[in-house]
C-alpha cells in the first residue's frame, strides 16, 4: 500500500470499528508481531485533561539535555503522523508505511479470526515497531482513553503519571469520580511510582489505595510535591517547585493558564524521580531550558493577536472551566465572542452554558465528524440568550469578526477535532 491508501485504510476502518475497548486484542496483535515494545522504557501519561501539555514539557526537557526522546499522543490535529513522533519530529510517510506494512499481515490474520484490532490498537503497535527500531533513550507514552483497558497498558514503565481527573466518558468510564480514578490507576504496575495531580479527595483515595496494593510509591501534588511563589505574567509564568525536599526556584513556562503551572510541576516531579534514580541526568539548565520552550498547538493558542484570535482544544466541563478563567485571568474585561463545536457524546450543554456566562456572543456550529454534535440540536436545547446558530463555521467565524472591536477576542472552541479542521485556515489570519 502507499501512504494513501494507508490513509483510506485507517478511515474506512474507524468508520467501521469504532472504539472497542479491551488488552486481549492488542496482546494478540503484539504477540504476532514480536512483542515489539519489549525492552523501551518508558513513562505512562493518562488523566482526563493535561496529558499532551505534561508530555510536552517531559519532552523539551529531555531533548535540551540531548537525549533522545520518542512520544505517542492523540488525537491529531491535522496528520495522522502527528501520534507517533521522535525527537519533536513526527514520523514520516516512508517510516509510517514501513511500519505499518510490517504489522499488515498480522492485522489481515486477526480480521479473518474476527478479532479485528482498532485503528487505536494498530497505531499502538505501530508506535511499538517505530521505537524498538529507533531505540530513543525514553518514550513518553499517552493513553487514549481511561487506562486500565487502554491499549496502551501493555508495557512495565519507569514511571506512571495520571494528571488529574474530572468527569468525561462517564458512559464508558463511570459515572463518579471514583470509578474514573479507578479506570485511570489501572496503569499503575507492582512497584513502579506513580505521580498525580488529582486534585479531588475521593480520586487521590482511590489512587493511593491501588499503589498501596502494588507497593508503589505515590507522588501527589499539593502534597510532597508543592508549588510555590507562581507569578502569572502576559507572556511568561513563573513558579518555584519543591519536589520531596528538592528545590527548583525560578522556573519559566511559555504556555498561558494556571493549569499549565500544574502540568509542568508534574513533568518536573518526572524527570526528578528519574534523575534520583540513576535512569536518566537532565541538569538544572536542561530543565530551565526545556520547560520554557514547550509549546502545545491547540492549547490556549493565540493566532493572531490583531484580531486577537484564541484556540482551545477543551473538550469537558473541567477543560472549559479552566479555558474560561484563563480567559478572566489574563484578558480581563475584555468581550469574548465565542465559536463552539463539540462532539455528541461530550457534556455539551454544561459545555456551551459555561461559555455563554462569559461570552457575549456564543455560535453553535459544527465539525465534519461522525460523532459531531449537530448545532440545531444544542441551538434548541440550549437557553442562552446571547446564542445564535449558524451551520457553518466560517461564517460563524466572519460573523463575530465583523462585530469585534479592537480589544475584543475570538475564542474558538469545543473539541480538538474542531480545531482540527479550522486551524489551518486561521493561523494565517
Known sequence: MNIQEIHLFFQNRQVDLGMDFGLDRMEQLLNLAGNPQEGLRYVHIAGTNGKGSTLNYMKEMVLAEGLSAGTFTSPYLHSINEQISLNGKMINDNDLSSVFME??????????????PTVFEIFTAMAFIFFNRKKPDIVLLEAGLGGRLDSTN???????????????HTAILGETIAEIAA?????IKEKVPIITGAGDA????????????????????????????????????????N????????????????????NAAISLAAIDYL????????????????????????????????????????????GIEVLADTLKKYFPGRKYYIVFAALADKD????????????ERIWFTQLKHA???????????SNLKNKRLQKNWKEAVDEALSLMEKDDLLVVTGSLYFLAEVRPELVIL
Open 183 to 187: 479506570e485511570k490507576a489501572g496503569i
Open 371 to 381: 460523532r459531531a454534535l449537530k448545532a440545531e440540536l444544542l441551538f434548541q436545547e
Open 348 to 359: 455539551y450543554l454544561k459545555m456551551s452554558n459555561a461559555l455563554g456566562q462569559i461570552a
Open 243 to 262: 519536589v520531596e525536599g528538592s528545590d527548583y526556584p525560578g522556573l519559566q513556562i511559555s504556555m498561558l493558564g494556571r493549569h499549565q503551572i500544574r
Open 275 to 318: 534523575n534520583r534514580t540513576g535512569l536518566i541526568s537532565v541538569s538544572q539548565s536542561s530543565i530551565q531550558m526545556g520547560l520554557k520552550k514547550a509549546v502545545y498547538n491547540g492549547r490556549f493558542e493565540i493566532v493572531s493577536q490583531q484580531p486577537m484570535i484564541v484556540l482551545d482544544g477543551a473538550h469537558n466541563p473541567a
Open 202 to 241: 475521593e480520586a487521590i483515595a482511590v489512587i493511593k489505595e491501588r499503589a498501596k496494593a502494588l507497593h508503589s510509591p505515590v507522588m501527589i501534588l499539593d502534597e510532597n510535591i508543592k508549588i510555590t511563589e507562581i507569578n502569572t505574567g502576559e507572556g511568561l509564568q513563573s513558579f518555584s517547585l
Open 103 to 116: 504489522l499488515y499481515p498480522y492485522i489481515e490474520k486477526m480480521d479473518k479470526e474476527d478479532r479485528k
Open 154 to 168: 501493555v508495557i512495565v514503565p519507569l514511571l506512571s503519571i495520571i494528571t488529574n481527573i474530572s468527569l468525561e
